[in-house]
């Protein structure tokens, strides 16, 4: 089984919608977060949280909101969806060393 | 704040020659430094990492990197391209002072042509 799986794999939407997107990980590790993939962009940061009680905005965290429910679990919640945020979602996680990232298979977000 | 550029966001090489991504980082204390590749439809995979020991890094798939602090450099390099290499690449960094942030660059797609 995947270490780090990501809920729903595809998704398509309307503008306005609320939207949550899952991510749970069995690495036991304690750092997570999210990213978004756009084409000649690379990977940028959303948010991430170093443990349950400490979750820290990333460089384009607008528009977005997250949970961290458990250890486990790391949710990324689009308030209000609009068609800019069309894109590739990536969830990680970081190991106690903290030098190397693992990343889920991605959500691949569309917004009509 | 650290910075990552991929010189060439695509590259083709014929089956058997020499591959060579660039990646230039920018900051005042070299960074641990990876390469990520990402292959259809799936999420990345760490290929290999830099975090001080040898300057030399080998990793997965017969792809290794050189860590050139003089030039703020961390090319990945694989002296025969096989048809499966072909994916895209990424480089990142992440700030030694600061392990939470990881910068990444925009990635080279590499073509593999028989």
């Known amino acids: 089984d995947a270490d780090v799986t990501q809920t729903p794999r595809n998704r398509i939407t309307k503008t306005g919608k609320r939207i949550m997107l899952e991510c749970s990980q069995t690495?036991?590790?304690?750092?997570m977060y999210w990213y978004r993939q756009d084409p000649g962009l690379g990977l940028r940061l959303i948010y991430y949280?170093?443990?349950?009680?400490?979750?820290n905005k990333g460089e384009i965290s607008d528009g977005y909101s997250v949970s961290r429910q458990a250890q486990a679990k790391f949710s990324l919640s689009l308030e209000s969806a609009i068609p800019n945020q069309t894109a590739l979602y990536f969830c990680a996680t970081s190991e106690p060393t903290r030098d190397t990232q693992y990343f889920g298979p991605g959500t691949r977000l569309t917004v009509l | 704040a650290q910075s990552v550029t991929q010189l060439g966001s695509h590259v083709s090489v014929s089956e058997g020659a020499l591959v060579l991504l660039r990646c230039n980082y920018s900051?005042?204390?070299?960074?641990?430094l990876f390469w990520y590749v990402q292959y259809p439809n799936q999420g990345l995979q760490l290929l290999l990492k830099y975090t001080s020991a040898a300057t030399l890094v080998k990793g997965i798939n017969g792809f290794e990197a050189e860590f050139k602090k003089s030039e703020t450099s961390f090319h990945l390099t694989k002296p025969s391209a096989h048809m499966s290499d072909a994916a895209e690449y990424f480089c990142?960094?992440?700030?030694?002072?600061?392990?939470?942030?990881?910068?990444f660059g925009s990635g080279t797609k590499l073509n593999v042509k028989p």
């Open positions: 949280s170093f443990d349950v009680k400490d979750i």
């Open positions: 900051s005042s204390v070299p960074p641990y």
């Open positions: 690495k036991g590790h304690d750092r």
């Open positions: 990142a960094v992440s700030d030694r002072n600061n392990f939470n942030k990881f910068y």
